[in-house]
């Protein structure tokens, strides 16, 4: 959190630190606090999440959050707190510059595999370079959230055996290099 004789501005995290920023507020006192939201209740929902949401942020001025189901969330949990919808922009910008030496070109999909976390997209561009004739191979490597054999179908379904590993569960430090 960052404070000035103005205002408290903080960034939320996650609804598990919820007392504590309710703890930072509380000693900010009557300074104004306004926090940064990009998720207000986490994608892997715990039971205290909109409580412990309500908690902290009910005490802020206002939020700011992207468009759509976050501001969404917020106005439905805080009826009373100004929400405004922004488009963060990215914290860095990429230059488009030419692959590495190859082929093939080895890509890491890599951690928790959820299904928001956009592997569909990198299936079907993977499927895409293929069909170009791209010699690329791509390993998804992690701890899945729900059943590995939805994934196994849609790389069949792409056609892409044998330039998909799929390395399900935890990977230790030891193996990643």
Sequence with gaps: AARSTDAVVFQWVTPFQGPAYRALLAAAGRTPAVAVVHNPIPHEERALDERLTRLAL?????????????TDDLRRLLPRVPVVAASIPPLIELEAVPLPPG????????GFVRPYKGLELAIDALAELVKRETFVE????GLFWGPVQPWQERITAAGLEGKVSLRPGYVPDKDVQ
């Design 103 to 110: 082929p093939p070109w080895r890509l890491l999909f890599f």
């Design 58 to 70: 009910g005490r802020v001025r206002g939020t700011l959050a992207p468009p759509g189901p976050a």
């Design 138 to 141: 791509l390993t998804i490597a």
